[in-house]
């Protein structure tokens, strides 16, 4: 079975300093693996996704992720922490046999002045 | 083009009740899936439709049933509602099946008391 593990559940980091949100993935295939972000009493929006082709995958927003197969990690990095980057990001899989969405429990990052 | 629409945005039901919640996916996207969102679940998957058929469903009780109808757009049902069904729905509509791009929208946030 597939599953998604966000390994810290709180990130806090300063205004203009790196983001670094650590996801750890299992599946016996190629998986397609994304990121997500909510903010406060929003849906979720897409921020980017893997799908097989280039490992360094660049999303909206600034934010960027590595797939590492031999880690089974794809981590979401951004250079520089802005205020608004604050929310809830969700690191998911799709199921190779469902289709179905996998979602891991979420990181929340909080951005200080 | 519009977004995904959810109606309604928030919904406070009493126990016993039933409940149901629409969704007007993208135009020209045929694949709706619905999502529960709690704190203590985080997001979990209840079903997927596409042409008006279910074609995957998550592990949630009978008491969740949902329909697509001819224009895409789809419904979902909760019957005898409980108190562990407070929670944000969320709908993602897709293109095709199992498509690696799903968008969101804002959800309806069902209360029951």
């Known amino acids: 079975a597939q599953s998604v593990t966000q390994l810290d559940s709180h990130v806090s980091v300063s205004e203009g300093t790196p983001v670094l949100l650590r996801c750890n993935y299992s599946?016996?295939?190629?998986?397609?693996l994304f990121w997500y972000v909510q903010h406060p009493n929003k849906g979720l929006q897409l921020l980017l996704k893997?799908?097989?082709?280039?490992?360094l995958v660049k999303g909206i927003n600034g934010f960027e992720a590595e797939f590492k197969k031999s880690e089974t990690s794809f981590h979401l990095t951004k250079p520089s922490a802005h205020m608004s980057d604050a929310a809830e990001y969700f690191c998911?899989?799709?199921?190779?046999?469902?289709?179905?969405?996998?979602f891991g429990q979420g990181t929340t990052l909080q951005v200080k002045p | 083009k519009a977004g995904v629409t959810q109606t309604p945005r928030y919904l406070i039901k009493t126990r016993g009740q039933q409940v149901t919640l629409s969704c007007s996916p993208i135009s020209g996207h045929r694949s709706v899936s619905w999502y529960q969102q709690t704190p203590g679940q985080g997001l979990q998957f209840l079903f997927e439709y596409f042409s008006e058929t279910q074609r995957n469903k998550g592990n949630f009780p009978g008491r969740f049933s949902g329909r697509q109808f001819s224009n895409s757009r789809s419904e979902m049902n909760v019957s005898t509602l409980e108190l562990g069904d407070s929670a944000l729905y969320l709908c993602?509509?897709?293109?095709?099946?199992?498509?690696?791009?799903?968008?969101f929208g804002q959800g309806t946030r069902l209360t029951v008391v």
């Open positions: 998911v899989v799709r199921s190779s046999n469902t289709g179905k969405l996998i």
């Open positions: 599946s016996s295939y190629s998986p397609s």
């Open positions: 993602a509509s897709s293109e095709v099946l199992a498509s690696t791009e799903a968008f």
């Open positions: 893997y799908t097989s082709a280039a490992t």
